[in-house]
């Protein structure tokens, strides 16, 4: 099985800034695309950013020129830095991946469980 575990969510000012993690453990042979997902109160899950395998990346246009993914192959991780947050950022934010596990045949896609990011004006 495939576990995703985010952190780094929390309470911050407008303007301020954020880094998430989101780390994947278990039966990993290859992870794909990463992506990170959120969803506001009232609203459908958006995709705020993706990297691929060769680390392309992708960006909502709300969060382009603020918001940055990486990735860790080793350590099969992703972040995303969160600069100059804005209330509307405001949302729980999740991770996905796209993953190959031992004992199966091909990719499937892994959730994390959401992390709170709350910006105040």
């Known amino acids: 099985q495939v576990q995703l575990v985010e952190s780094g969510g929390g309470l911050v000012q407008a303007g301020g800034s954020l880094r998430l993690s989101c780390a994947a453990s278990?039966?990993?042979?290859?992870?794909?695309?990463l992506d990170w997902y959120r969803q506001a109160p009232g609203k459908q899950r958006e995709l705020v950013a993706t990297?691929?395998?060769?680390?392309?990346?992708n960006y909502a246009v709300s969060v382009k020129g603020r918001f940055t993914i990486s990735r860790t192959n080793a350590k099969n991780t992703v972040y995303l830095q969160m600069n100059s947050l804005k209330p509307e950022d405001t949302a729980v934010y999740y991770c996905?991946?796209?993953?190959?596990?031992?004992?199966?045949?091909?990719?499937?896609?892994?959730w994390g469980q959401g992390t709170q990011v709350t910006v105040s004006s």
């Open positions: 278990g039966s990993i042979i290859s992870i794909s695309t």
């Open positions: 996905n991946a796209i993953v190959l596990a031992a004992g199966t045949l091909r990719y499937s896609s892994y």
């Open positions: 990297i691929t395998g060769g680390e392309n990346t």
